[in-house]
């Protein structure tokens, strides 16, 4: 069964200091690996899509990274404004849905 | 500008009640998609639709009800079958051409049983 795993599942941080969080995905013939920021109360927001293992993407102060078994969304000096729940999705090529994980949730203080 | 617009933002229901979500986009994307978020857990499926008068049940269609009559419009009907309706929805829509398209989401829908 296709499936999805975030961790950690909250995550607090100081304002400047990196950290990574982390996609397990089990997805038969993937068809892209989705991150999303979600506010509260608000729609995901999209942020990469990432085709292929090895593939990397830069926004800022984030960067998301792919292996053939799971993503990593780099977070590299963040601000108080990083803060939000960050959800990683899958899509397989068998059906047209995105498998989402639980998300996690960040928190960076000034 | 081009976006996902859903309505209301927030939705209160009485026991025994049908409630409609709308969900309309400008983006002419053929794929449309309907989720439910509840606290401790991922976004679950509950109907999708790649094309006009075409739709599919997801994970959790139990409940619900949905429609296509046009491209641009995607409405949720929660009905009274449905014994735990208090949830975040989330409307969402693709662009079909390209295999690895990303979906974009409105704002959601908080709808509350009273």
């Known amino acids: 069964e296709d499936q999805v795993t975030q961790s950690p599942e909250a995550l607090r941080l100081q304002e400047g200091e990196s950290s990574s969080l982390n996609c397990s995905y089990t997805v038969s013939g993937l068809r892209g690996l989705f991150w999303y920021r979600q506010d509260p109360g608000k729609g995901p927001e999209f942020l990469f899509t990432?085709?292929?293992a090895g593939e990397e993407k830069e926004k800022e102060r984030l960067k998301a990274t792919l292996t053939k078994k799971e993503s990593f969304l780099h977070i590299t000096a963040p601000k108080p404004e990083d803060s939000a729940t960050y959800l990683c999705?899958?899509?397989?090529?068998?059906?047209?849905?995105?498998?989402f994980g639980t998300g996690t949730r960040l928190k960076v203080l000034a | 500008d081009g976006g996902i617009t859903q309505s209301p933002k927030y939705l209160f229901r009485k026991e025994g009640q049908n409630v409609t979500l709308s969900c309309e986009q400008n983006?002419?994307?053929?794929?449309m998609y309907w989720y439910r978020q509840d606290p401790g857990q991922g976004l679950r499926l509950i109907y999708y639709?790649?094309?006009?008068?075409?739709?599919q049940k997801g994970d959790i269609a139990e409940g619900y009800s949905v429609s296509r009559e046009k491209k641009e419009s995607f409405p949720l009907t929660v009905t009274s079958a449905q014994k735990n309706p208090t949830a975040f929805y989330l409307c969402?829509?693709?662009?079909?051409?390209?295999?690895?398209?990303?979906?974009?989401f409105g704002q959601g829908t908080r709808l509350t049983v009273v």
């Open positions: 983006l002419n994307h053929d794929a």
């Open positions: 969402a829509s693709r662009n079909r051409q390209g295999d690895y398209t990303e979906a974009f």
């Open positions: 999705a899958a899509r397989n090529s068998g059906t047209y849905k995105y498998i």
């Open positions: 990432l085709y292929s």
């Open positions: 639709s790649q094309i006009v008068n075409d739709f």
